[in-house]
């Protein structure tokens, strides 16, 4: 494969549940990035991973768990979510020059996630 | 904070014409990083065009070119010869180049584009 892929594309998931997200790039680039899309509203960065160091952590509630055990995975790992957190969760990546995240970030297709 | 706007929520097309999205930018830095994306139904966000701030000349990308004005903070997109497969979300984005920036990208609420056979 090629480019930016996410698993599962869609995700329904009780209140009570735990589940995780999935990115990997393919494009040898050591920067990723979560971001959230809701309706209406622009998207919102959530996590950025530079050389699998977190590097940016936007306010986002502790139930979101970001791990990047690799510079080709990104992980985003659910628990005890809120009906509000639905959305489209895109992982980007983009390569990283020395600390200085100002290349083109590149998306994968988003996870449709709902919170019942 | 760096704000983006995007005053046109929808915009419509004619098949072979032209058109124009708007997008007007805040900041007070002066070296930055500004980009279009393209979101089809099919959701994957694709790069369309990007352009760097201390460029003078305007990018294009083959029917696509943008009108930077750095001075007015406004980054329109124009599309030209629209295809059918041009129907999509557009979002204008905003990165600024310096360290601390982190990747941050600030973007736009979007534009949606239909085009019309």
């Known amino acids: 494969e090629t480019g930016v892929t996410q698993t599962p594309r869609h995700l329904v998931m009780g209140m009570t549940n735990k589940k995780s997200l999935k990115c990997e790039q393919h494009l040898g680039h050591n920067a990723m990035y979560w971001y959230k899309q809701s309706a209406k509203k622009p998207l919102e960065l959530m996590f950025v991973?530079?050389?699998?160091?977190?590097?940016e952590n936007n306010s986002v509630p502790s139930r979101f768990s970001p791990e990047c055990p690799n510079s080709s995975h990104l992980f985003l790992h659910l628990h005890t979510l809120q009906p509000e957190d639905s959305a489209l969760y895109l992982c980007a990546s983009s390569q990283d020059i020395a600390g200085i995240s100002t290349d083109t970030q590149y998306f994968g297709p988003g996870t449709r996630l709902t919170v019942l | 904070a760096q704000t983006v706007t995007q005053s046109q929520p929808e915009m419509s097309v004619q098949e072979a014409e032209t058109v124009t999205l708007s997008c007007t930018y805040d900041t007070s830095e002066s070296d930055y990083y500004l980009f279009w994306y393209k979101q089809p139904p099919s959701r994957q966000m694709i790069l369309v065009i990007r352009?760097?701030?201390?460029?003078?000349q305007n990018a294009t990308e083959n029917r696509f070119s943008v009108n930077f004005q750095k001075a007015a903070k406004s980054f329109s997109l124009k599309i030209s010869d629209s295809q059918l497969g041009d129907a999509a979300m557009y979002f204008c984005?905003?990165?600024?180049?310096?360290?601390?920036?982190?990747?941050?990208?600030?973007f736009g609420k979007g534009t949606k584009l239909s085009v019309k056979p």
């Open positions: 984005a905003y990165l600024m180049n310096y360290g601390g920036s982190q990747g941050n990208l600030i």
């Open positions: 352009q760097e701030a201390y460029k003078q």
């Open positions: 991973y530079s050389l699998e160091e977190r590097v």
